[in-house]
């Protein structure tokens, strides 16, 4: 069946890592992404990897996937304040454009 | 400047009104989706559209239409048939690899 799921909550210190995870179903999945979703507003990319790449870093986020165990992985390197949202992870099932699975998201806060 | 534009951020409507939201994007993309979102819980897929004049239905489309008469406009039209309509719902478009959201738009029917 078509599951992505991540824990719902990571409190982390200003200045941290926060590495967010995720582990998702289909193994078939091409693309495996990270959305960010700030209070009342909708999703923004972060960034996303390809299904025959290890990692991706960009700036202050590494991405990691592990396809033999499913588990792909969103490090935020020092943290701020900023950072606090709610970070979704998906996949794009199958090799059809058209559906993409979301997790639940991960509330991450900041503490001082 | 491109992007996708939900109207209006906020909406009331009372129990058996039908309401449609809008949703336009200038991002030249074929495929245009709508999701539902509730408090503490991911994206649920309502109807999505890969072509105009083609839609399908998602997951969760019982009480909700749609129409994609053209490649910039997918509306949303909340029946009342939706038995729960109170949520925040989300347009999407589809790009080369990776979907582009709008700002949403909270609907509150009492």
């Known amino acids: 069946g078509e599951d992505v799921e991540q824990s719902l909550f990571l409190s982390v210190r200003e200045g941290d890592s926060s590495v967010i995870n995720c582990t998702y179903t289909d193994s078939s999945s091409t693309y495996l992404y990270w959305y960010k979703q700030e209070p009342g507003a909708g999703l923004q990319l972060l960034t996303y990897i390809f299904s025959n790449m290890d990692m991706k870093q960009d700036q202050r986020l590494t991405v990691l996937l592990n396809k033999k165990d499913k588990h792909l992985s969103l490090r935020i390197a020092d943290t701020q304040t900023g950072d606090s949202a709610i970070y979704f992870c998906a996949e794009r099932w199958g090799s059809s454009a058209s559906k993409i699975i979301f997790g639940s998201g991960t509330r991450l806060s900041i503490r001082p | 400047d491109g992007g996708i534009t939900q109207s209006p951020k906020y909406l009331f409507r009372k129990e058996g009104q039908n309401v449609t939201l809008s949703c336009e994007q200038n991002?030249?993309?074929?495929?245009m989706y709508w999701y539902r979102q509730d408090p503490g819980q991911g994206l649920r897929l309502i109807y999505y559209s890969q072509i105009v004049n083609d839609f399908q239905k998602g997951d969760i489309a019982e009480g909700y239409s749609v129409s994609r008469e053209k490649k910039e406009s997918f509306p949303l039209t909340v029946t009342s048939a939706q038995k729960n309509p109170t949520a925040f719902y989300l347009c999407?478009?589809?790009?080369?690899?990776?979907?582009?959201f709008g700002p949403g738009t909270r609907l509150t029917v009492t």
């Open positions: 991002l030249n993309h074929d495929a």
């Open positions: 999407a478009s589809h790009g080369a690899h990776e979907q582009y």
